[in-house]
């Protein structure tokens, strides 16, 4: 009966701690041909389970070029991420996905890319700037700005770091608080705006993070000169079945799990209840 | 409609018809329940099935949308987790079913359908037959007539049956309906046209003795569609709601759900749960952050999902199927005629 | 599981003290879902949320199934055998050791139960100490009403309301603890009824009602100072005066009280508003008093002896003739002394029994009884459900949850209903009432209750106006012949606290304040339900540190926003918490909802309500 309810066997091949609250999981499945065959684009989700507490929908953080294993960047907020970080490698979750609209890659071709991210909003746009930097002679410049509340909130610190040396890359990082030894820029993330230069006419804005920061940064965006067609976020809500059916995500008309989570501002702005 | 689709059974036959169809699979119908209420029971003998019945406040879609429904078994086994979809038990047949109802199940099939399909749903409503009895008389709180869902239909049903005196027309709607004809030859001959032409009365006398229960829905879904109903009408329209949820676990297109497992036999039991938009924690997030917090914003929300021109082009179907239930059920005033009405007018009792 | 309803079994809500009838709707051995019962003469075709969600807790939520007794620590599985004779043998250790032992029966237990739980105090026990949590504040609303010299009609049924042309409404948040009766109000106030609300919230409701009167917990004794002033023939202050107004110039009049206070007070409260009612000298007829009890069977459990300060049936403690039908039907001898209340009787017993439910949820301080009752040598305790009261005991005895139950709740209308049970209850689960006889029988009584129509006509030949009703299988109970002396029982005194910051206004210039009597999210039908308890957790989980809510332009004048923390001080000590903004608090108030009450129990130091002042932490 339920295949859209049938979630895949996965097995936690290991984790990594990205912050005191926030640990990043590597997942595979028990056969290798599941594995290749779980094509997924950036900006997807899937709805992962720990058997016997429940499902929540976590973004993809890694990128369909890096197939190997799925990654996803967890941040305990509740009963089932508090279970989530209890699992240890070789320990099985259930998987169902991917879900979702995902990142549009094809439109991204040749343009100017640039990555606003907030606190644990780089996950959903880690999938897309590997996929872009694993094929990089595809697009154009490829700026990453990226901001947390402390240096010890920054998620993916080593990556953030290989990027930063990269020399087809500009990525700049800030946070709102400084900590003994950090030596970066402090400041919410719109500081950044002026650390680099922007190009509205041949730019897309991937804009995540909490939806304060979201706001106040495609304000800034649409201020200086970027259409509300080419600055694109993902959108949030409450999930259960990640299919469109439950019908806890919608906004107006629209699923947030189907037509979403990745909208452009103006799909946003047209939205009504 | 022609004669060849319909056909009459003596009404001194229809027991022993429907004793047939009850080998054919679980007979499901209105009979006497405890308290007074008539209820869709699973019946053993169609002694117990009830021909003359007001809609039951109870809605049919349980038996395809069960309020606790297994989905997925979840094991142990020896080699880690094994997980399987839960089987259904198979063919059921819903009888004497009204036509608001049938209308209901075809706008549930559409919205499971679509986009993802959910074919465990639709392998469930395959095994499904709707048997619909025609309303010769209107319920006093239906208004079926303003959403095209009775007091008869042209189509959607598997039979129509229609109780002309002495004898039952039964109408023919798709070849699931006809199957349930089969070795009943005895029984059935083909309608007359007297027969065909007193069902065509019966149904405009019908039609005729609808009572002041309207629910003009056209203004109201320009407006619901548009946004144009203030916030604060809304909002006193909420104060007049108690979040009970009745309006949508009643009515007999919401299918709003949450999905939780279930401890059971050594592993859990993924199940689909009935749940409602119209509760606070249906939007919300882990974080505490609420995009409905206020009633106000939740009764919107029903409407809009009912009512609005998004979800008519994409269902193809109004979200409503006039047969009243809300009214019925409502802890408030809330319901979809007085909704309506206060959203076209602009203006609300309270 | 399997899949699909296939028969309904009609019973009654285990939730608040409306008690609407619904359908169960089972298939095999599971109740998957719940269906309104249009017929039901209070339900009506409706149900609120807690009541569509009546399955879940007994599917989702987690169940005693075997009998535990405590060794080395923990709880091991006994047999039933073994349970009870090592609950009796620790009772009556702690009789022979002098201390005091007691017995709570509870709202969310059936009359059978309830009256099984009275027989196993008073009777095999030999103890005084029997009461149900939140049946005390009940009794004294009543008991007020009687001594005021209001005519107190004991069947007034919701539908009445429909014909009141004023209602006077005491509450904490109607809408919420009971929306059944808040229902009512909706239909009258649509038919044109004038509403006033009294009480500590802006409420849905308030925004209905033609007039709406603060009342924080501390302005209780005042007003009902000043409407026992009337007959004196002075002018009424403010707001005592509007509710005189709306009590003598109502045409059909109703009262509805469903306020939290400390009961002396809401005692005092109800007795100035029977007095008021009394002397207006009109028909009794022309009034509605309506009590509104907590729970499903908060009335039962007193009607049935779940109360210290009476025998079942509303009986004077030294009423010979009851005392006399009593022993004949308990089939024993009996304590007819007055005993310990609830909240007394969880500090100051050395050994409880607890049949379904959890005292520290209704407690003015959850954490001092949670830690009293595991301090207890010996708690024994009976429920369907895990709570921390059973996690804390010495023995736990399996009882059948409200959906496997046969027996009978009494609802605030005085409508005794049959709850029927739709599937058998998991493990070695016995129904309350036998597994209470049993616990008596080991402690030396003989059984009385082999069926539970034994238990049924015990209850007939003790309390004759519930013998009808119990007989027919359900019906009104004709509670006629209440003596105001039996129930008018002298509590706690009433005193009227100093005025909100007496002596010291800016000190302490706002009003701490407690908000009801009951957090429904800690009960296990709730906790165990997935649809229910999802608001109360998220709460929680949010606030672990507690909350205390204001309204925003104190926020703004103080300069805190959502979510800050800040030090609560009062002349008892201070707490820090952080800061929730709330719409429906008035000015100068902070609330401190009762799940949350105990992060600020430095500063409310006990009371409902005292004088405070807000730091910035």
Redesign the interface.
């Known amino acids: 009966m339920a295949d859209l309810f049938l979630p895949r066997v996965a097995t936690v091949l290991s984790q990594r701690d990205e912050t005191p609250d926030t640990r990043t999981y590597r997942l595979g499945f028990r056969d290798g041909a599941g594995q290749d065959g779980f094509g997924f684009k950036p900006g997807q989700f899937v709805e992962l389970s720990v058997f016997g507490i429940g499902e929540a929908p976590f973004c993809l953080a890694s990128s369909p070029t890096r197939r190997d294993a799925l990654e996803v960047t967890v941040r305990r907020t509740g009963e089932l991420t508090d279970a989530l970080h209890a699992l240890a490698p070789g320990d099985e979750v259930g998987l169902r996905g991917p879900c979702g609209n995902g990142f549009d890659l094809d439109a991204a071709e040749g343009k100017d890319l640039l990555f606003v991210g907030g606190g644990i909003g780089l996950p959903p746009l880690r999938g897309l700037i590997w996929n872009v930097l694993d094929q990089r002679a595809r697009y154009g410049r490829v700026t990453i700005l990226y901001g947390a509340r402390t240096p010890t909130d920054l998620v993916y610190k080593d990556e953030l770091k290989a990027w930063a040396a990269r020399d087809d890359v500009q990525c700049l990082v800030t946070v709102d608080r400084a900590e003994p030894g950090w030596e970066g820029t402090v400041g919410m993330v719109p500081v950044l705006f002026d650390r680099t230069e922007l190009r509205p006419a041949t730019t897309l804005v991937y804009v995540c993070g909490p939806p304060v920061m979201i706001s106040f940064v495609i304000q800034d965006l649409l201020m200086r000169g970027f259409g509300e067609e080419r600055v694109i976020s993902t959108l949030e809500r409450m999930m259960q079945c990640g299919v469109g059916k439950c019908n806890h995500c919608c906004i107006g008309h629209r699923y947030v799990c189907r037509d979403g989570p990745v909208f452009s501002y103006r799909e946003i702005r047209s939205m009504v209840e | 409609m022609t004669a060849v689709s319909a056909v009459t059974i003596a009404t001194r036959d229809l027991l022993a018809w429907v004793k047939r169809i009850g080998t054919r699979g679980r007979l499901i119908a209105p009979t006497p329940g405890p308290g007074g209420d008539v209820l869709y029971t699973a019946v053993s003998s169609p002694e117990e099935i009830l021909w003359d019945f007001e809609n039951p406040l109870a809605p049919p879609k349980q038996f395809l949308l069960p309020q606790t429904d297994p989905l997925v078994h979840i094991r142990r086994n020896g080699k880690g987790v094994a997980v399987a979809s839960v089987p259904w038990p198979g063919r059921q047949i819903l009888f004497n079913v009204r036509s608001c109802d049938v209308k209901a199940f075809a706008y549930l099939r559409k919205a499971q359908a679509r986009d993802l399909s959910d074919e465990g749903y639709l392998a469930r409503d395959d095994q499904t037959v709707l048997v619909s009895l025609a309303c010769t008389r209107p319920c006093p709180l239906g208004f079926c007539l303003c959403c095209d869902a009775g007091p008869f239909l042209k189509d959607g049903y598997d039979l129509q049956l229609t109780p002309l005196g002495g004898r039952m027309l039964v109408e023919i709607g798709s070849a699931k309906g006809g199957e349930l004809l089969e070795g009943g030859e005895d029984w059935f001959r083909p309608a007359a046209p007297e027969d065909l032409e007193r069902r065509k009365a019966l149904e405009a006398d019908a039609r005729r003795h609808f009572g002041a229960e309207t629910c003009h829905f056209g203004s109201a879904m320009r407006r619901v569609s548009t946004g144009r109903v203030p916030a604060a009408l809304w909002d006193k329209m909420a104060d007049w709601c108690l979040e009970c949820g009745g309006c949508t676990l009643i009515c007999p297109t919401c299918y709003c759900f949450s999905v939780r497992d279930r401890a059971e036999d050594g592993g859990w039991t993924r199940c689909r749960i009935w749940d409602s938009c119209q509760y606070p924690a249906f939007t919300l997030e882990a974080s505490g952050h609420n995009p409905r917090e206020h009633r106000g914003k939740r009764v919107q929300r029903r409407f809009f999902h009912k009512v609005s021109a998004q979800y008519y082009q994409r269902d193809g179907d109004l979200g409503c199927v006039g047969c009243g239930r809300c009214i019925k059920t409502c802890l408030g005033t809330t319901d979809m005629p007085a909704v309506v009405a206060a959203i076209r007018k602009g203006e609300w009792h309270g | ?10 019973t009654v809500c285990p939730f608040c003290a409306a008690g609407c ?1 619904l ?1 169960l ?1 089972r ?1 095999g051995e ?1 109740v ?9 003469p209070v339900s009506l ?5 807690r ?2 969600a009546a ?2 807790a007994s ?2 939520g987690h169940r005693v199934e075997h009998p535990l007794v405590r060794r080395n620590g923990s709880l091991q599985p006994a047999t039933w055998d073994a349970a009870l004779r090592e609950a009796a043998r620790s009772l009556r250790a702690v009789i022979a050791a002098g201390r005091p032992v007691g017995v709570l029966g509870s709202g969310r237990a059936t009359n059978e139960e309830n009256f099984m739980a009275a027989r196993l105090a008073r009777g095999a026990l030999g103890t005084p100490h029997v009461d149900a949590c939140l049946g005390g504040p009940y009794r004294g609303v009543l008991a007020g009403l009687l001594a005021g010299g209001a005519a107190l009609d004991l069947k007034t049924a919701l539908a009445d309301l429909s014909t009141a042309d004023r209602i006077l409404l005491f509450e904490d948040d109607l ?1 919420r603890t009971h ?2 009766v ?2 009512s109000m ?2 009258a ?2 038919a044109g009824a004038q509403l006033v609300t009294l009480g500590p919230l802006r409420t ?1 409701l308030s ?2 009602a033609v007039r709406h009167i603060p009342l924080l917990p501390g302005d209780v004794p005042r007003l009902a100072r000043d409407l026992e002033a009337v007959g004196r023939r002075v002018p009424l202050p403010e707001p005592a005066a509007e509710a005189f107004r709306c009590l003598v110039e109502a045409k059909r009049g109703a009262v509805v009280l469903a306020l939290s206070a400390p009961a002396a007070d809401l005692e005092r409260l109800a007795r100035a508003l029977g007095k008021v009612v009394g002397e207006a000298r009109r028909d009794p007829s022309t009034w509605l008093l309506i009590p509104v009890p907590a729970r499903a069977n908060t009335r039962g459990a007193v009607e049935m002896g779940a109360v210290p300060a009476l025998l079942p049936g509303w009986a004077a403690l030294d009423d010979q003739s009851a005392r006399r039908r009593l022993r004949a039907s308990w089939e024993c001898e009996i304590v007819a002394e007055r005993g310990l209340e609830a909240e007394a009787m969880i500090s100051q017993a050395g050994g409880l029994v607890v049949l379904a439910d959890h005292p520290p949820a209704a407690a003015l301080s959850g954490t001092a009884a949670q830690v009293a009752l595991s301090e207890l040598a010996c708690l024994v305790t009976l429920d369907a459900f895990w709570t921390p009261t059973v996690a804390a005991s010495q023995v736990v005895l399996p009882i059948v949850g409200p959906l496997e139950a046969d027996g009978t709740f009494t609802n605030l209308e005085g409508r005794v209903q049959r709850l029927r049970g739709a599937v058998t209850a998991p493990g070695e689960a016995r129904p309350g009432w036998r597994a209470l006889d049993d616990l008596s029988v080991a402690l030396g009584l003989p059984t009385i209750a082999a069926t539970i129509g034994d238990v049924q006509a015990a209850i007939a030949a003790a309390v004759p106006p519930y013998a009808g009703a119990i007989r027919n299988g359900g019906g009104v109970v004709e509670m006629e012949d209440i003596s105001r002396e039996a129930v008018a029982a002298p509590g706690a005194r009433s005193e009227e606290p100093p005025a909100a910051g007496a002596g010291e206004p800016q000190a302490f210039p706002f009003r701490l304040t407690r908000l009801g009597s009951f957090e429904w999210g800690e009960d296990p039908l709730v906790s165990g339900s ?2 229910l308890r ?2 109360y ?2 709460l929680k ?2 606030y672990p540190g507690g909350l205390v809510a204001m309204c925003p332009d104190d926020a703004k004048r103080l300069g805190v926003r959502e979510g800050w923390r800040v030090r609560i001080v009062s002349r008892h000590g201070s707490a820090v918490t952080a800061v929730r903004l709330r719409g429906d608090v008035e000015p100068l108030v902070l609330l401190a909802p009762f799940g949350f009450r105990d992060h600020l129990e430095p500063a409310l130091g006990g009371e409902a309500e005292v004088a405070a002042r807000v730091e910035v932490a």
Not at chain 3, 1 to 10: D, H, I, N, R
Not at chain 3, 45 to 49: D, E, I, K
């Open positions: 599981m399997p899949v699909g309803a296939c028969e309904s079994v009609l009838g359908y709707q298939g599971v998957h879902g719940v269906m309104p019962s249009e017929h039901h075709g409706r149900l609120c949320a009541g569509w399955h879940e599917l989702w809408a929306p059944r808040a229902f909706l239909r106030v649509h849905q925004r209905l997935p649809t999802r608001d957790q998220s989980r949010r």
